[in-house]
């Protein structure tokens, strides 16, 4: 079953935050962010494990909480560089082991 | 490391062709997936494999989808006959596979092949 991401869109000016969430129905075992420029393949960010872990990567943070089966990904500070579609990536464990279904994507354009 | 090699990265056909796109991915990887991706749905997962077995084939859209992959280095997807909605970018990703539970395995992307049914 497909996640769920929020906001489908975000415009912001550099130097500005944004926060992008990513909810499911079913029980996770992770959670996988991964940007994609245009034109261009899907790039891994980072992968957060249930266990309510928080990850950084240079100034984008994540977090998951497993009861609520929300992650949310915290992009500060926005370079032009971070304009891209951003999906999340749920995989549920159990016999759905290592499936990888994504959310349908959130647009970030960071305008100068 | 070459990363994931996908061919052709561009291919037009006409309806009722036969169609066959080709993976290559990154050595020592374990996990291979097939992707589809629309404006309409967003990426879907058509099959994935773990050790040259497909595990999980339900997002394959009909019979005439079929996937294989004969050994750790090749993977192919075939449409037959194809027919225009079949038209989207197709990516195939690898990673190196789950040998605990505990170990992160991030998805490596080729950089896909652009599908155009006529």
């Known amino acids: 079953q497909q996640p769920v991401q929020s906001p489908q869109a975000v415009i912001l000016r550099e130097g500005e935050d944004a926060v992008i969430n990513c909810s499911s129905s079913?029980?996770?075992?992770?959670v996988h962010w991964y940007r994609q420029k245009h034109g261009e393949a899907p790039v891994f960010l980072m992968i957060l494990l249930k266990g309510g872990e928080q990850k950084g990567h240079d100034k984008i943070s994540a977090s998951f909480n497993e009861k609520k089966q929300q992650s949310s990904l915290y992009l500060t500070a926005s370079q032009l560089s971070y304009s891209g579609t951003y999906f999340c990536g749920t995989e549920r464990g159990g016999t759905s082991y290592g499936k990888l279904t994504f959310g349908q994507g959130t647009i970030l354009t960071v305008h100068p | 490391d070459a990363g994931v090699i996908q061919s052709p990265r561009h291919e037009v056909t006409e309806m009722g062709q036969e169609v066959t796109l080709r993976c290559k991915p990154i050595?020592?990887?374990?996990?291979l997936f097939w992707y589809r991706q629309t404006m309409m749905r967003g990426l879907e997962l058509l099959i994935y494999?773990?050790?040259?077995?497909?595990?999980?084939d339900s997002g394959m859209p009909e019979d005439r989808f079929s996937a294989k992959m004969p050994n750790a280095s090749f993977s192919t997807l075939k449409i037959q006959p194809s027919e225009p909605r079949d038209s989207a970018v197709y990516f195939c990703?690898?990673?190196?596979?789950?040998?605990?539970?505990?170990?992160?395995?991030?998805?490596?992307f080729g950089n896909g092949t652009r599908l155009t049914v006529t």
């Open positions: 079913k029980a996770l075992y992770s």
């Open positions: 494999f773990n050790n040259n077995v497909p595990i999980d």
């Open positions: 050595s020592g990887h374990n996990s």
């Open positions: 990703a690898s990673s190196p596979g789950r040998g605990t539970r505990w170990v992160n395995s991030p998805l490596h």
